[in-house]
């Protein structure tokens, strides 16, 4: 399938900045199930460039403003072509060990209902079959934690996402990391677009997931928060630790105390 992309980030500053830096993972990843036909990162008035590729082989740029600064406009724009790989990350070039993503962070920590809901997975599927627990422990997820928008925001925690019982997908995808990691599994939190199927169904077109590390397949993606695994519907832009982590866009000022966040994502199939 092929997908298009317009991304726009608009930041406002009052006063004015002085400076502003701000490291984009807004490139696609480079893997089996998916090829950037085309793909533009632009801000008027600021410098993007130094662009690297970290150890978890995702692509990094730097934005930089000189101020005064009284808004940065960050508008992303492409095409990528996708291919149902069933969840499987195969052909993505990356350096750090699995076992990194056993690392819990302070959103990602468990508490007593999530080692309890992970011990239920644990309980009743197999040790030697590690993708049927990982298929439950998102089954199970998506049970405990209602997807209601706006019921959360960008601080809640793992802990307070299940003890609500709602949430959307970032909270979803920090539940699963947390239970996953309590269970030895390597889990890591993924931000990207989603494409809303063509029934109409509506979805957020910024969207995130998991992926868990298991034997012989690898990187593998769960999406509790739409019972699937990634398919071709989606766009892979980052991984982290956790949502701080994946952020697509992530960044400090200096001056301009009062910071306003606008953001429209539209994710279409191409007519080509």
Known sequence: MRLTVEHRTHYRFSPSARYVVQSL??????????????WSIKAEGCVINSEFVDGNGDTISTLTATGPVDSVD????????TTDTT??????????????????????KSSAAIRKLAAKVEKRTSPDNLLERAHALSAAVSDAVAYVPGSTHVHTTAADALADGQGVCQDHAHVMISAARHLGIPARYVS????????????????????????ELGWVGFDPANRCCPTDYYIRLGSGLDAQGATPIRG???????????????VAQSQQ
Do not use: C
Not at 87 to 108: D, N, Q, Y
Not at 252 to 266: K, P, Q
């Open 192 to 215: 990207g677009y989603l494409f809303a199927d063509q029934d109409g169904k509506s979805h957020e077109a910024s969207h995130a997931w998991a992926e868990l590390h298991l034997p």
């Open 87 to 108: 969840g499987m990350l195969r052909g993505h070039k990356e350096r750090a060990f699995p076992a990194v993503f056993l690392r819990s962070t302070p959103v990602t």
């Open 74 to 81: 960050v508008v992303v724009s492409g095409e990528v072509e």
């Open 252 to 266: 400090v000022h200096t001056g301009g105390a009062n910071e306003d966040l606008d953001v429209t994502v539209i």
């Open 25 to 38: 993972k807004l490139t696609p990843s480079l893997f089996d199930g998916q090829k950037i036909i085309r």
